[in-house]
Structure formats: structure tokens, C-alpha cells
């Protein structure tokens, strides 16, 4: 199965504690997405990488939220001092540029609950 | 940012029943896209619908999109269970993020 992959699956953390999450794309595909989904919502953008490069961050993504795409492949997502709200579903998605209508593969997902 | 306002939010229906959801919105928009997302996890490109009036079939799913794009329907004939699940619409907003809406979330009996 080539298709977006993301690790771990799930994961109970502690009010106060780092987590991070991973993911990673469609091998060819040098865009790549982070959206957090909550029970009875649609999923809400967070941040998008065209290769290595960052280059939108929704206003929901707070200082404690970072994420990287070191080498334009896999994408860490960390959340800092986790609070109790960061609890969701936080999906990763690839995309190739100049496909039409950019068309977006969606992994698993990670689903997150802190404590 | 455009809402995608979705209607109805749950939907629960019998095997063999015919149903409709809805994406409605003020604004227009280029194209549309309905997601089908099961339970954990991620969502499932099923179309894009990109001329007014538009009507694309999957299978025993139409889709339509408004004459004036701004909204969009999904019609399913002879539900069964493995239709089950929320059914999202989205826009891609300046060609990267996509804007959801909150969903349908559809239940089948057998």
C-alpha cells in the first residue's frame, strides 16, 4: 500500500506533556497538509508544506503547535504543553502541484486525547 | 473564508431508501468536492464538481452542483449499509487548503 501513512494511531497523553505525530505522503508528492478534526466537524486546515518549505499556517495554529518536513518527505506535527482542547483527530494529506483541482490524499489519521 | 453550511447534520435511514444531502453556501465557488469519511479514518475524495449545473453519477451516487455554484447535492439511491459514514464538501480555497463543512453523518440499516 503506497498511500499516506501516519504514526502513531492513537495516543493518550497527560495534560502538560510533548507529543509529536508523523506522517508520511504519497512518495511523489511534494505538497503536504495538516488538518485537526473534532467530533461532529469537518476537518479545519492547520499548515501546508510545498517541499521543505512551510508555507501557510492557519491562525489555529498556536506557539505551541510546530511542524517541520525536514528533507520535503515525511512531516512531524508537535504539540507542546498539550491541553485538554487539543484533543482531536489530527489528519495528514499529500498532494502533487499542478494536478487539477489539487486533489488531496488523506492518511488514517492520529487520534489524540489528553487527559 | 467561504462556509459550506451541510444539511441535514445526521441522517438515518433503512436499507434500500433513497436519500439527499446538501451543501449550500452564499458564495461561489470554482469547484466543489464531496469527501466520504468512515469511522477513524480519513476522508475519501468520491468527485469534484466544477461547471454549474454540473450532474456526475458514482455508481448509485449523483451529484449535481447549482446552476450558480453555490451549492451542491448528492443523491444516493438504494442506500445500504456500506454507505455509511459522513459525507463531507469542501472547496479549495486559492488552490492548497481545503474548507470543509461540518458533514452529514449517514447511518444505514439492514
Known amino acids: 500500500d503506497t498511500g499516506v501513512s501516519q504514526d502513531p494511531r492513537h495516543k493518550i497523553t497527560k495534560r502538560g506533556q510533548n507529543v509529536t505525530f508523523r506522517c508520511d505522503p504519497i512518495s511523489e508528492h511534494n505538497r503536504l497538509y495538516w488538518y485537526r478534526q473534532t467530533l461532529g466537524q469537518g476537518p479545519e486546515f492547520l499548515t501546508y508544506?510545498?517541499?521543505?518549505?512551510?508555507?501557510?499556517k492557519s491562525r489555529l495554529l498556536s506557539d505551541r503547535f510546530s511542524a517541520e518536513r525536514p528533507k520535503g518527505s515525511f512531516s512531524t506535527l508537535e504539540i507542546q504543553r498539550t491541553e485538554q482542547g487539543d484533543s482531536a483527530m489530527y489528519l495528514c494529506?499529500?498532494?502533487?502541484?499542478?494536478?487539477?483541482?489539487?486533489?488531496?490524499?488523506f492518511g488514517p489519521g492520529t487520534r489524540l486525547t489528553v487527559l | 473564508t467561504q462556509l459550506l453550511e451541510q444539511s441535514p447534520q445526521f441522517l438515518s435511514i433503512q436499507e434500500g431508501e433513497n436519500l439527499t444531502v446538501y451543501c449550500n453556501s452564499s458564495s461561489v465557488f470554482s469547484s466543489l468536492q464531496w469527501y466520504r469519511q468512515e469511522p477513524g479514518e480519513g476522508p475519501v475524495l468520491l468527485v469534484t464538481?466544477?461547471?454549474?449545473?454540473e450532474v456526475k453519477k458514482l455508481k448509485r451516487l449523483t451529484f449535481q452542483f447549482g446552476d450558480a455554484r453555490k451549492d451542491s447535492s448528492l443523491h444516493i439511491t438504494a442506500a445500504q449499509p456500506g454507505d455509511t459514514g459522513l459525507y463531507l464538501c469542501?472547496?479549495?480555497?486559492?488552490?492548497?487548503?481545503?474548507?470543509f463543512g461540518k458533514g452529514t453523518t449517514l447511518s444505514v440499516s439492514s
Open positions: 469542501a472547496h479549495n480555497q486559492a488552490g492548497t487548503a481545503l474548507i
Open positions: 508544506f510545498q517541499n521543505e518549505a512551510q508555507l501557510e
Open positions: 494529506a499529500s498532494s502533487l502541484t499542478g494536478v487539477i483541482y489539487n486533489e488531496q490524499f
Open positions: 464538481v466544477v461547471t454549474g449545473g
